[in-house]
Structure formats: C-alpha cells, structure tokens
C-alpha cells in the first residue's frame, strides 16, 4: 500500500516556475513507477510525465518536454520541476504510483494522491 500526498502548486504568471512535490508513505516505494498527470475543468486526465521504479527511464508528454523535469530521490519523494509555465498549463497535477510496467494511461496506476491546483495567468 502507498500513499501520496502533492504539493506546491500555486498562482504564478506565465514564463515563471514552480516545483511539486509527492511524498509517499510505504516501505516499498523504491520498487514503485511513478508518474504525474493533469486534469483541467472539463477535460480527461492527461499524462505529463513519468519516471521508472529505478529512475534509469523518464518519458515525457509532447506539450512538456523541454519544460518539465520529473526526478525521484531515496526519501520516498518525486518531483515535477515546471518551467517556462503557460496558461495552458493550469489544472489539477496528480501523482500517481503502479508496480506494473511503466505507463502514460491512468489505468496504468493503482495509487493516486489528492492533487494540487496549478493556475498560470497570461
């Protein structure tokens, strides 16, 4: 069983930065995929980016790459490093944990956290 809990979102203007954050609680979260996914107001939840149980494979969606950096540490945290923000950016980031191969479709993952709002103004 694992637990995540997101945060770090926040109101910033387009161009600027910000960091999330996902502490997970559990003893074999090393072994854990881990990956971050958006939902804005009347859309699907999309994949953003995701980092294998080991950190040696990271994927990206198109809309992020070269912005956003996933990375994991030995304390039980991910993070998304988010750059050059735009509007379109603005939704609700999840992170997510499977133990199965890593995937870019919800499906993929058995735990979610409760989110964290992200709000890009032009």
């Known amino acids: 069983q694992v637990q995540l809990v997101e945060s770090g979102g926040g109101l910033v203007r387009s161009g600027d930065s910000l960091r999330l954050t996902c502490a997970a609680s559990g003893r074999t979260f090393s072994r854990y995929h881990m990956g971050w996914f958006r939902q804005a107001p009347g859309k699907e939840r999309e994949f953003v980016a995701r980092?294998?149980?080991?950190?040696?494979?990271i994927f990206y969606a198109d809309s992020v790459k070269g912005r956003f950096t996933i990375s994991r540490d030995n304390a039980n945290t991910v993070y998304l490093q988010m750059n050059s923000l735009k509007p379109e950016d603005t939704a609700v980031y999840y992170c997510?944990?499977?133990?199965?191969?890593?995937?870019?479709?919800?499906?993929?993952?058995?735990?979610w956290g409760q989110g964290t709002q992200v709000t890009v103004s032009s």
């Open positions: 980092i294998s149980w080991s950190g040696g494979s």
């Open positions: 997510a944990a499977n133990v199965g191969l890593p995937s870019v479709i919800p499906g993929g993952y058995a735990y």
